[in-house]
């Protein structure tokens, strides 16, 4: 048995099927949650705190918000996680389908 900590995480891993988010260019989501989103990008490129009018393109539907760099990860894999700062309650309800539906 290691003594190594487990990484527990409850949201969506592995490409996100259906979704993608276009800032600067479009990148695909990685994990996703209610609140965050993590994409492969360079890390390098961002700020921390910075904030992005966005469209996300989920399903085959647009998706506006105002993301706003969480994390900037460079180790063991490379990108930053965006925390969803604002989004338009139906667009949410949305968003929140298509997470459903990736989990079964």
């Given at each position: ?31 996703v949650s ?71």
């Amino acid at each position: 048995m290691s003594d190594e900590p487990i990484e527990r995480r409850r949201a969506v891993r592995g490409c996100f099927p259906y979704l993608e988010v276009s800032l600067d260019q479009v990148y695909p989501a990685e994990e996703v949650s209610r609140a965050a989103i993590f994409v492969r990008a360079d890390p390098g490129r961002f700020d921390l705190g910075q904030t992005f009018e966005a469209t996300m393109q989920v399903r085959g539907q647009w998706i506006a918000c105002r993301l706003q760099v969480l994390r900037r990860e460079t180790a063991p894999r490379r990108g930053v996680a965006l925390r969803i700062a604002d989004i338009a309650p139906d667009q949410a309800r949305a968003l929140d389908e298509a997470i459903d539906a990736a989990r079964l």
